[in-house]
């Protein structure tokens, strides 16, 4: 069954938009909060992202924080990420409130590291950020440090590597296409020339519902994400679902039903607290 994913960037104490990497501040925890009624949010999702794209110095203790604050309010998977190195900095997140954990340079630094938190928490528990560039020719390169490094390695060759290195899944992002809303970049999993033993996400350029169908009609595509805040506000998401099962596309259809009973539950357990 396909899924659909709601990918939240945070950097030091604000959330961001993302265009080729170019960040821009939105707005703190609080203002997401007045903006996103995450019960609502969630009736349109499968999982949540929450990813640290900072760029100076990051507070580990303040992201999981967030972290445990977001998860408190929907009740998907969540996944988070960024600045993982150790077996150590995944059981923070995990213990805030996430689901799964997501890595990217350490992938490229220190792929043991990634082995080790696989072989610890289990692979269904590991994501592998996987960013990439397509060349003049055509050709995808994997780049990390927030799309600043390039590799020089194929995308095609990069994605056995994490693979054999523990991901359960892959996020393919298109540095190219983030941010835009001009759609997803359908090639790139025949680029990959061999299909993953794991599911693969896309992310980088969807900014209508018709954007993540096109990505459900690729076979080889498990689930679409979008980072893009102002285009799923209110119940978008909602609605794209119903789009995309109308569509007859392999998606859940939850019933609005059960996300008010359990909306009435976690607001009597907030109040509680």
């Excluded at 590597?161 to 296409?177: D, F, K, P, T, Y």
């Excluded at 983030?178 to 599911?199: F, K, Y």
């Excluded at 359990?262 to 109040?271: V, W």
């Amino acid at each position: 069954m396909k899924r659909v994913i709601f990918t939240l960037l945070y950097d030091r104490g604000r959330f961001m938009l993302s265009r080729n990497y170019r960040l821009q501040a939105v707005g703190t925890i609080e203002w997401l909060f007045n903006n996103y009624d995450f019960a609502t949010v969630s009736r349109g999702l499968d999982e949540l992202m929450v990813l640290d794209v900072s760029r100076g110095p990051r507070d580990a203790a303040a992201f999981a924080s967030a972290v445990s604050e977001i998860a408190g309010r929907c009740f998907i998977p969540l996944t988070a990420g960024g600045g993982i190195h150790t077996v150590e900095d995944a059981a923070l997140l995990l213990r805030h409130g996430a689901d799964k954990v997501l890595v990217n340079t350490q992938f490229a630094d220190a792929a043991s590291q990634c082995l080790a938190i696989a072989a610890f928490f289990g692979r269904q528990c590991l994501v592998a950020g996987v960013d990439y560039i397509e060349r003049a020719d055509g050709v995808r390169t994997v780049v990390v440090e927030h799309g600043q490094r390039d590799t020089g390695t194929l995308l095609s060759d990069w994605v056995p590597h994490v693979v054999a290195h523990g991901a359960g899944e892959v996020v393919l992002q298109s540095v190219s296409r983030d941010g835009t809303g001009m759609g997803l970049d359908l090639d790139v999993t025949a680029s990959l020339g061999v299909r993953p033993e794991v599911p693969l996400i896309l992310l980088g350029g969807v900014g209508r519902s018709e954007h993540i169908a096109a990505g459900f009609r690729v076979p080889a595509v498990d689930a679409v994400a979008t980072a893009n805040l102002f285009n799923f506000i209110g119940e978008s998401f909602v609605s794209a679902r119903r789009d995309l099962i109308t569509e007859g596309l392999d998606v859940a259809d939850w019933h609005a039903a059960d996300y008010r009973e359990l909306s009435g539950i976690f607001a009597k357990e907030s109040q509680a607290t």
